[in-house]
DNA sequence: AAAAAAG
């Protein structure tokens, strides 16, 4: 096994990660880190989850060297806001013991901090194009000495959506310069475009070509969701033995949402991410998750490319993806770092061509979707859902998520007094639920965190909700992305008997 | 057609 001190890196960045406890070397980063030393244009690609930042970060940090020169000699471009904050901490990360110094440019956040970084001299800059041209524009953001290029999901910054933004800031960095582009998907015809924007790239590939398309230490289930109460079901799969974290896919923001609500009711720890919600509410949640403080996500496509989470043991397609480079980027939310996942998919009736083509890119082998979860129990059985109810599936929350409910909300309290004149209406209805078959589940996840919670007591959560809840901060209303108060929401949801909005 | 990305 090649081990990064094999590869010609510096001591101290070699000291960084080692101080993550990493040493070892992924194959992408075997083969690319020591043609990014010298300076080769690469066209980097490895599955999800395989290092492919650090395969593209550690040449970056390494050629700019320790001149303490003050300005902008490296610029990283990724498609979310989230992504550039994760890709930040990775960088950040390995500069930890040299001066060089980041700074993370992104929109639905206040410019000052940004601007008061780039006017501190920040060398290396991670962010996305939208802000990254606004500030160029302003000029706050000096490119003109960004010898270092990298585009992280590159084929998705090639995409139409991004095109015209990529290729002005493709204007605004030196003609000669280093230029890296990375993805787990790389489509031929996105490659010829990328040679455009790059000088003799060499494209690197650390798929085994044995492997086919998709992570090995995924295993995708896909069923047909046709006359399926998909709620009750994803519920029921919240409840799998061995579970860890979960990422729910759906296809439109108003449907996530829906389904954080509706998730919330029954008592799971869940929050969400998606582009109606206040930039700093989708950052709240997104760390919320990654420290494990809640164990259920539910996203749109914005969290589908480049998000790394420990221990994501489901990834669940509430609905089925369009194309099938976005079913493996979601997918690959799981199963990262050599871990296994298990990825699972509904299909619905009118969703079925799509399906069709996912397996046949993806070659699956799986023409037809399992018929549906009742009529084959595989869904049960494969995700280790304990047996039991057959038909009307119950929804006992898993233990830890009720011990997070035991401070609710002052909102959620407010809403059952409300609706019931006595303060505990959900309440009970959640406890009496508890006592089923819920305690056995998730008991892998569920230790974890009881013990980190029991060690902060009851105040980390509860800050942490209500920060996040009640939208006290800039008086927008928070997670009432919508305008509406939670009451209104749910009253709602009830009329409409927890269907989908109608126009979804 | 949706989602993302500037405000």
């Keep these: 096994m090649t081990t990064f001190a094999d590869l010609g890196i510096d001591q101290d960045i070699v000291d960084a990660i080692a101080a993550k406890g990493i040493i070892d070397a992924f194959p992408i980063q075997e083969q690319t880190i020591p043609l990014g030393l010298p ?9 999800t989850g395989t290092g492919k930042t650090f395969g593209f970060g550690v040449p970056v940090v390494q050629r700019l060297g320790k001149d303490p020169e003050h300005g902008v000699k490296a610029l990283i471009v990724v498609p979310t806001r989230e992504l550039a904050v994760q890709v930040y901490e990775d960088i950040d990360l390995l500069t930890s013991n040299r001066s060089t110094s980041v700074v993370a440019i992104y929109g639905g956040k206040a410019y000052e901090g940004q601007i008061d970084q780039l006017k501190a001299g920040a060398q290396i800059v991670v962010g996305t194009p939208g802000r990254l041209i606004d500030l160029a524009g302003q000029r706050l953001l000096d490119l003109s000495n960004a010898t270092e290029v990298v585009l992280d999901e ?19 960095v030196p003609a000669v310069r280093h230029t890296q582009l990375f993805s787990a998907t790389m489509p031929g015809p996105i490659v010829a475009l990328a040679r455009r924007f790059m000088s003799n790239p060499i494209h690197i590939r650390a798929n085994d070509p044995d492997e086919g398309l998709t992570q090995a230490n995924i295993k995708h289930l896909v069923y047909r969701a046709h006359s399926l109460d998909k709620d009750e079901v994803i519920a029921r799969i919240l409840q799998a033995e061995g579970r860890g974290k979960t990422v729910i896919f759906t ?31 989708r950052e709240r949640s997104m760390a919320a998750f990654k ?3 809640r164990d259920v996500l539910v996203a749109t496509d914005v969290a589908a490319r480049g998000i790394d989470v420990d221990d994501v043991t489901h990834v669940i397609n509430h609905t089925i993806p369009d ?24 299909v619905d009736w009118e969703d079925l061509h799509k399906w069709a083509l996912i397996n046949r890119a993806l ?6 979707p399992v018929e549906t979860y009742s009529s084959s129990p595989h869904l049960f059985e494969d995700l280790n859902i304990p ?3 057959k038909g009307r599936l119950t929804t006992a929350p898993k233990t830890q998520s009720v011990k997070m409910q035991r401070a609710p909300r002052p909102e959620r309290a407010a809403d059952a007094a409300a609706e019931q004149g006595s303060g505990d209406g959900t309440t009970r209805r959640r406890r009496r639920r508890r006592g089923g078959s819920g305690d056995k589940v998730g008991s892998t996840f569920t230790e974890g965190t009881t013990a980190n919670e029991s060690a902060s007591s009851d105040a ?15 008086g927008k209303g928070g997670e009432h992305h919508d305008g509406k108060s939670a009451p209104q929401r749910r009253r709602r949801r009830r009329r409409s008997g927890g269907a989908a909005p109608a126009g979804a």
Aim: proline residues 2%.
């Design 39 to 47: 300076g080769q244009d690469i066209i980097g690609q490895a599955k």
């Design 460 to 474: 980390a959560p509860t800050v942490e909700r209500d920060a996040e809840g009640a939208g006290t901060h800039d």
């Design 291 to 293: 420290a494990g403080k």
């Design 154 to 172: 590159a084929d998705k910054m090639l995409d139409l959506g991004f095109l015209a933004d990529i290729e002005k800031i493709f204007q605004k």
């Design 323 to 346: 194309e099938d480079k976005t079913y493996l980027h979601r997918a690959g939310r799981t199963g990262r770092a050599g871990k296994t996942g298990i990825a699972v998919t509904f």
């Design 387 to 389: 047996a039991g109810t």
């Design 251 to 281: 296809r439109t923001k108003r449907a996530a949402q829906r389904l954080v609500d509706e998730l919330g009711d029954r008592g799971f720890n869940v929050g969400g991410v998606h582009g109606d919600m206040g930039q700093e509410q």
């Design 363 to 368: 070659e699956f082998g799986q023409p037809e």
